[in-house]
């Protein structure tokens, strides 16, 4: 199993473009959650999903949109990049929910100039 | 916010020492998880305690759990350079506008010194 997948590593956006980060896993897991990671913030929610779809908003969802077509994808869609959404970008998969452990992807490094 | 907060911020000791980390939280829980971030690296599972459990052990690692003062420990004991990593904890509500979430805190960052 490769677990949880995220694409791409880096990336490197001017104010104003679009992108979508790419989350999948291979595990059969019902939960999925996007997190950024910012210096001296913990993680943040971006959103989540419950299941196939069905998705809803976490902490910090402005600029941000997901959907859930499938149970192994979770991209995460950044409509018009702003240099506050600098950040590390973690998606997540747990088997049934947010009460269960959670298995992390190695992360997206974004900077937005 | 549900959010736990994690004390201390920075943690540095010697190898062979114990390592303690605290973390509170709002609201009333279904577990707590702490979990484990080298470096430039994702996010690692260490230990989940649930409510009704006030203390739990996995290898070198002990957490407890207050649920009436709503705060975690967790302990590590004979520390080595390879512990040096920070350290999160995460809940997630019980009931509420925030079920199916789950928050962590800030994080300890701790440094083992050889």
């Known amino acids: 199993n490769a677990g949880v997948t995220q694409t791409p590593k880096f990336q490197v956006l001017k104010t104003g473009q679009s992108m979508t980060l790419q989350c999948a896993q291979d595990m059969n897991h019902e939960y999925m959650s996007w997190y950024r990671q910012d210096p001296g913030m913990g993680l943040r929610l971006i959103h989540y999903s419950v299941g196939a779809g069905i998705t809803d908003q976490g902490e910090v969802p402005n600029g941000y949109n997901v959907s859930r077509s499938t149970t192994e994808d979770f991209p995460l869609r950044l409509l018009s990049a702003a240099p506050s959404q600098t950040s590390v970008y973690f998606c997540a998969s747990s088997q049934t929910g947010s009460s269960d452990t959670q298995y992390f992807g190695p992360g997206t490094r974004l900077t937005v100039l | 916010s549900q959010q736990g907060e994690e004390d201390p911020q920075a943690l540095s000791i010697q190898e062979g020492e114990n390592a303690t980390m605290n973390c509170s939280y709002k609201t009333s829980i279904n577990n707590l998880q702490w979990y484990r971030q080298n470096s430039g690296r994702g996010l690692v599972h260490l230990i989940l305690?649930?409510?009704?459990?006030r203390e739990k052990h996995s290898g070198r690692l002990r957490v407890t759990l207050d649920t009436s003062k709503k705060s975690s420990s967790l302990l590590i004991t004979a520390s080595r350079a390879a512990d040096t990593a920070s350290y999160f904890c995460?809940?997630?509500?019980?009931?509420?506008?925030?079920?199916?979430?789950?928050?962590f805190g800030r994080g300890t960052q701790l440094t083992v010194w050889p």
């Open positions: 995460a809940t997630d509500a019980r009931r509420g506008s925030t079920l199916g979430r789950l928050y």
């Open positions: 305690i649930r409510s009704n459990e």
